[in-house]
């Protein structure tokens, strides 16, 4: 990882489209344990047939999954662009690779 560049060769990828999205969602463990914790920290224990509080949980959950989508998007797409080229693609991975040295010499010690 430390020394690897850009992929070349091999098929082009095909774009995802909306159905490979909500297949993504759908299959997605981590969206329903932040559904589960989310209603269980914000939802009182009293709250039978509080329809109104359910609501204005789940719009201001989904507003705020809309709005760091767009971003994780729009920042994902940048990034892609900037490290095509060969050198800074190989700089990338091997800051991710020193990253990844770090992060398991932190789990040894730590």
């Not at 990882?1 to 490979?20: E, H, S, T, Y």
């Not at 909500?22 to 209603?39: R, S």
């Not at 040295?101 to 789990?107: E, Q, R, Y």
Request: aromatic letters at 10%; a positive charge; charged letters at 10%.
């Amino acid at each position: 990882m430390l020394r690897a560049g850009v992929m070349r060769g091999g098929a082009a990828a095909r774009p995802a489209g909306f159905g490979d999205g909500m297949i993504l969602l759908l299959l997605n463990p981590k969206a329903y344990v932040i559904i589960a914790l989310m209603f269980s920290q914000f939802l009182p224990q009293s709250a039978g047939g509080q329809v109104a509080l359910v609501m204005a949980i789940t719009t201001v959950f989904t507003l705020n999954n809309m709005a760091a989508f767009f971003l994780w998007t729009l920042l994902g797409d940048r990034l892609a662009a900037r490290f095509a080229d060969g050198a800074q693609a190989r700089r990338l991975n091997a800051l991710f690779g020193l990253m990844l040295a770090a992060v398991a010499l932190w789990m040894v010690v730590g």
